[in-house]
């Protein structure tokens, strides 16, 4: 696997985040502000990792280790997911993108209320997923990959009764532990 990782510095964070993102990103801060306020601190003020796969692009506030890291588990469960699934998982033009946020007081400003490990945003281009890595990890990623989970299942077409569908999203984020 071909990671491309980039450290985005505290002065040129926001125009390649923009750059990258486009009006996914504009219209995910209108919705951040417009829910929860303006923010206290500066996520920008620390520096950001990129590691971009095949199917994800991380962005991190974490070390750069644990981003590759990160980057590697999300592949390495989206692979088993489809081993899983009776139906090909569906190939995305654009990776999904995951923000995994480091500090408790950066997350507290993003996340769409209290106590939420972690969330996920289907969207037309492409999908988010936050974390809050300032939780355990296997709490926040379970709770990711059971959502990831539902919307693979979705994306695939496949029509399952929604206990097997349950079921399955239950299973899948107990093996990416």
């Given at each position: 696997?071909?990671?491309?990782?980039?450290?985005?510095?505290?002065?040129?964070?926001?125009?390649?985040?923009?750059?990258?993102?486009?009006?996914?990103?504009?219209?995910?801060?209108?919705?951040?502000?417009?829910?929860?306020?303006?923010?206290?601190?500066?996520?920008?003020?620390?520096?950001?990792?990129?590691?971009?796969?095949?199917?994800?692009?991380?962005?991190?506030?974490?070390?750069?280790?644990?981003?590759?890291?990160?980057?590697?588990?999300?592949?390495?469960?989206?692979?088993?997911?489809?081993?899983?699934?009776p139906v090909p998982l569906p190939e995305r033009a654009f990776p999904a993108?995951?923000?995994?946020?480091?500090?408790?007081?950066?997350?507290?400003?993003?996340?769409?209320?209290?106590?939420?490990?972690?969330?996920?945003?289907?969207?037309?281009?492409?999908?988010?997923?936050?974390?809050?890595?300032?939780?355990?990890?296997?709490?926040?990623?379970?709770?990711?990959?059971?959502?990831?989970?539902?919307?693979?299942?979705?994306?695939?077409?496949?029509?399952?009764?929604?206990?097997?569908?349950?079921?399955?999203?239950?299973?899948?984020?107990?093996?990416?532990?």
């Amino acid at each position: 696997m071909d990671d491309e990782v980039r450290v985005l510095r505290k002065d040129d964070g926001i125009s390649h985040l923009t750059r990258w993102h486009g009006s996914m990103l504009c219209a995910l801060a209108v919705l951040m502000i417009l829910v929860i306020g303006a923010c206290r601190t500066s996520v920008t003020a620390k520096p950001w990792h990129q590691v971009t796969t095949r199917n994800f692009r991380v962005l991190s506030t974490l070390d750069r280790n644990r981003t590759v890291k990160l980057s590697r588990e999300l592949e390495g469960f989206r692979a088993a997911v489809g081993q899983t699934l009776p139906v090909p998982l569906p190939e995305r033009a654009f990776p999904a993108q995951v923000y995994m946020f480091e500090d408790e007081g950066d997350w507290e400003a993003f996340a769409p209320q209290k106590n939420v490990a972690g969330y996920f945003l289907p969207g037309w281009r492409s999908w988010i997923i936050a974390i809050n890595g300032s939780m355990a990890e296997e709490h926040s990623r379970r709770i990711v990959y059971h959502e990831y989970v539902h919307e693979l299942i979705n994306q695939s077409g496949a029509a399952y009764p929604d206990w097997y569908e349950e079921g399955l999203a239950g299973i899948s984020h107990q093996a990416g532990n």
